[in-house]
């Protein structure tokens, strides 16, 4: 039998049958039946995917696609006779796999840390007495107690209530309690069914006993987590890029190595075997070593400053998915909105009263015709007031600055108000004490209570659902008069409360009459008490927006995101915010549950091209929303706090959990954990994604120019048949590649966002990091600049010695200070380059030269490492290397002036055509 048909046995049976099916009764169990159950069923908790262990996280770390490349390298190297530069291969290797391992593993302990969470309790009935019980040792046919506050444990039928309200937001979105009873009703949406409890849900008001039918993963809770738990894991866009890359490069690598190999055979008539070793030093060459280092240095700190912004990255490459994210799906409750329900206004027939002050504060006001007000300056709105707060069981504490709420939000919300017109609450309920209650329940939709407001008189205090309230009204109360509820008073009414909903504000009604404060208080009944009701006015709410919320959504747009709402909550409530805080306009379509069902996929494709909100969606639903935008091709991060968002933060390309008030659940499925639930911050994470995606490009362009003044005089030297001789050895192209290049390249990595990174629209996903742009600018601008400036400084050494084509030096001192010239050439253009790389359009003095340091310690670098190798005696030997005289060092500093200014030129020629 499926879940949903177990639920609607246990639903719409009589609880006698439950008890029968159980094989329980109202005092539960005995500790032995406990035990026996607890050993056939299992534990009451969530089984969580296992994880892999250190061992495997580790290696994984060292057999992606680049690192097996790198690792071929290093051995191509010492084959070659270069010992020393295969180990430095492979010791860049093994630092940034330790590193990643570590930054992993960094991530994992802080995501432990915040789902821990202390054990939880419940009051059972075992042996026929009540005792308290670690939740996770609850069993099917267990029969336990709710309170305000209390957290349900399992799934399970009710068996008694009074005025219970349970908060299942974490289920079904809804910001709004459900209330509960005993008897059976359907109600709206998928776990509404009024005599039933569902674990992961919390009582906010009321009491409750309950029996437990299922438990763990049978729970709704664990079917959502395991339908989490199928998904297969998503790469991310960057590793399926970086694994494009890695074969590109090598294929570019060994088709040059061929290259070389047949022209030092035919050109130069090498032997097979030097021929076969100067090919093999070309690969080497156009492998960039430092590209893992690079990318996972670049992750980490854009891991590291989300972490100063209350992002917890829990991989890597989850920061470089935002960069290319299109589609925001975000829930409603508690991500878009505070999920704390706020007075907006306060109505009576012919006055409107504003309270202002967001959330959950009291020092705002309420206000008449822009007047400050207090409650006992206008009539209406001191009873208004005083039925807010004496028709109420819940209070707020603060502690720490922090407001808690024991009861609902909605009674919560009238507490604030109530603050907010400078209201007493505790010194009035001691002065009007409360004589008898009628608690709230779903069928009459109000709660009432009877107080004493003097010695020979009492009040029924009536709070709820307009419609239902005025039905019981034949009295209006108008600037403290009381006069006959006329047709038209009604129809005004009527008209003012549809204008609220159409606002997305939910009204409630408040009421009160005046008796006699005798002995007939202790017979009256809900009939007798709400009837003949004065109608004192609405109170207006709903649960706002984050004050934050607007600006994130604004810079969403800029940066060419959609964001599309899905949530639980209904229809008119999900327009109303979604047009509100500018994700959507009015002309968006809104699907809810039933209609998506009953759509094809070819009808969604089509429904997610234009504007679109989601309302009374289902988690199975969520997820394939999420998997229908993927489908259209779009990069999709997913937003929730929920047990019902865990599946589609698991199936998105970045799954985005709330960490103060997500479940454990929704934080496992995803990639990133917002630490302080501000949906801001995901605006921040994708601005460090563009970022690093962008910093990658940079790095690719800087290292690949190298490659056209290193390839360039390997050519000339096999073009001329040996005529020209090497003007650069392959010991010094890879003490380029390896040496100098490998500290700026890095500095790239730490570059900051550059100025329009966020008015750029997403990376496309079939748009790739080694594009034809990156090699045109890499390759025919920076290489071959960098080409013509090296080249001209080995035939500048040779002029100088009164040598010419034909003529050139091959070996002595002449030769050395040639190919010196040529390196230094190459260093000092790879300056100028990585200032060059830094900007792709903007003026690199407006960036701001300075605001990189790492860039100048890469450049420092760099020349104190071109100094070292050509003054230190046993150094010089190796890479053929010597002395260079104070004009060729003059010449050399000048170098990267021109090539700045050049490049300076092309972007403002660029800036100008655009």
């Known amino acids: 039998m499926d879940e949903k048909k177990i639920r609607e046995l246990y639903a719409q049976s009589e609880i006698d049958s439950v008890y029968q099916t159980l094989n329980s009764s109202s005092k539960g169990l005995s500790s032995e039946e406990a035990e026996k159950r607890l050993e056939k069923y299992g534990l009451n ?27 071929i390298s290093g051995f191509i190297a010492i084959v070659s006779g270069t010992m020393e530069l295969g180990i430095a291969i492979w010791l860049v290797n093994i630092i940034n796999g330790t590193f990643s391992f570590w930054q992993e593993r960094q991530a994992q302990k802080a995501t432990d840390a915040l789902n821990k969470m202390l054990e ?65 009703d359907p109600g709206e949406g998928k776990y509404a069914e009024s005599n039933m409890v569902y674990s992961g849900t919390t009582a906010v008001s009321g009491t409750a006993t309950a029996i437990c039918f299922s438990t763990g993963m049978d729970t709704e809770l664990g079917q959502i987590a395991h339908l989490t738990q199928e998904q297969e894991k998503v790469d991310s866009p960057l590793t399926r890029e970086l694994n494009r890359l890695t074969k590109q490069i090598s294929i570019i690598a060994f ?75 975000s829930d409603k409750t508690g991500t878009l909105t505070q999920n704390q329900m706020t007075i907006h206004y306060i109505r009576t027939l012919n006055d409107e009263f504003e309270v202002t002050g967001d959330g959950y504060v009291n020092n705002g006001q309420v206000e008449l015709n822009g007047k400050q007000l207090w409650y006992d300056e206008h009539p209406d709105l001191k009873v208004i007031t005083e039925i807010a707060s004496l028709d109420n069981d819940t209070s707020i504490e603060n502690k720490d600055g922090q407001n808690k709420i024991l009861g609902t939000p909605t009674e919560a919300s009238l507490v604030i108000m109530a603050q907010k017109a400078g209201y007493d609450i505790h010194k009035q309920m001691v002065k009007k004490p409360r004589l008898r209650e009628f608690p709230f329940d779903s069928e009459r939709k109000k709660m009432s209570t009877v107080n004493q407001i003097s010695d020979s008189e009492a009040a029924v205090l009536v709070k709820g659902s307009y419609s239902d309230l005025i039905k019981d009204c034949n009295f209006v109360q108008v600037n403290g008069e009381v006069k006959p509820l006329t047709a038209e008073d009604k129809q005004k009414l009527d008209r003012l409360n549809a204008d609220y909903a159409r606002q997305g504000l939910r009204s409630m009604g408040l009421a009160y009459k005046k008796i006699k404060n005798d002995d007939a208080i202790s017979n009256l009944t809900i009939e007798t008490a709400e009837s003949q009701l004065v109608f004192a006015g609405l109170v207006t709410m709903s649960d706002p927006p984050r004050p934050e919320i ?8 800029d940066a060419k995101i959609r964001v599309v709402m899905v949530t639980g909550d209904s229809k008119l409530t999900a327009k109303t915010v979604a047009v509100k805080i500018g994700i959507t306009s009015e002309k968006a379509r809104v699907i809810d549950g039933r209609e ?4 094809s996929d070819s009808e969604l494709r089509e429904a997610l091209k234009d504007e679109v909100i989601f309302a009374r969606v289902a988690p199975e639903q969520k997820y394939k929303i999420v998997k229908t935008f993927q489908e259209n091709g779009e990069v999709v991060a997913a937003t929730g706090d929920g047990v019902n968002d865990a599946p589609a933060l698991k199936r998105a390309d970045i799954g985005i959990a709330m960490g103060l008030s997500g479940t454990d659940v929704a934080k496992d499925a995803a990639n990133m954990i917002l630490t302080d639930d501000n949906f801001a911050s995901i605006v921040a994470a994708i601005e460090e994604g563009r970022t690093v995606y962008s910093n990658i490009r940079k790095f690719l362009t800087y290292i690949l120019s190298s490659n056209v003044p290193e390839a360039i005089p390997s050519v000339l030297y096999l073009l001329s048949g040996g005529l020209i001789p090497l003007p650069l050895t392959v010991m010094q192209i890879l003490t380029i590649d390896l040496g100098t290049d490998m500290l700026p390249a890095l500095a790239l990595g730490a570059e900051p966002s550059d100025p329009d990174v966020m008015k750029r629209a997403p990376i496309s996903r079939d748009e790739h990091l080694l594009n034809k742009r990156v090699l045109v600018k890499a390759f025919l601008w920076y290489g071959l600049l960098e080409a013509l400036v090296s080249i001209a400084a080995y035939f500048f050494v040779n002029k100088q010695a009164g040598l010419v084509f034909g003529h050139l030096a091959a070996s002595g001192d002449i030769y050395i200070k040639a190919t010196t010239m040529t390196l230094g050439a190459i260093v000092f253009s790879q300056i100028a380059n990585v200032i060059n790389c830094r900007t792709e359009k903007v003026s690199v003095f407006k960036k701001g030269l300075f605001i990189n340091p790492h860039i100048w310690t890469g450049i ?7 100094i070292i190798l050509t003054v230190t005696p046993g150094v010089q030997g190796i890479f053929n290397t010597g002395v260079l005289g104070i004009s060729d060092w003059i010449m050399l500093c000048l170098i990267p002036i021109p090539l700045i200014l050049i490049e300076e030129a092309r972007k403002k020629l660029f800036r100008i055509n655009k």
């Not at 892999?52 to 790198?70: D, V, Y």
């Not at 009074?162 to 974490?170: E, F, H, I, N, R």
């Not at 021929?275 to 430092?290: D, K, Q, R, T, Y």
């Not at 998506?596 to 759509?599: A, G």
């Open 120 to 184: 939880s309790y419940v009051q059972v009935y075992r042996d026929g007495k009540k005792k308290q019980v670690e939740a996770k040792h609850i069993v099917p046919g267990d029969v336990f107690a709710l309170q305000a506050g209390s957290k349900v444990p399992a799934d399970a039928r009710i068996i008694s209530a009074t005025s219970l309200q349970v908060d299942q937001s974490a289920l079904n979105g809804e910001s709004v309690p459900e209330s509960k009873r005993t008897s059976f």
């Open 255 to 329: 088709t040059i190595g061929l290259f070389f190999f047949i022209a030092s055979i035919f050109f130069v008539k090498q032997p097979f075997g030097a021929a076969f070793i100067f090919s093999l030093g070309m690969i080497v060459a156009f492998i960039p070593e430092g590209l893992l280092p690079t990318v996972t240095l670049s992750l980490a700190q854009g891991v590291k400053r989300m972490a100063k912004k209350h992002a917890l990255v829990k991989e890597l490459n989850s920061v470089e998915t935002l960069g290319e994210t299109t589609v925001i799906c």
């Open 860 to 866: 420092l670098f760099e020349i104190i490492l071109f």
């Open 550 to 557: 607007y600006d994130a959504i604004k810079h969403c747009h």
């Open 596 to 599: 998506l069902d009953e759509m």
């Open 45 to 71: 908790e969530i089984k969580r995917p296992p994880k892999q262990s250190q061992w495997q996280t580790f290696i994984k770390n060292f057999t992606t696609l680049m690192a097996i490349l790198l690792w």
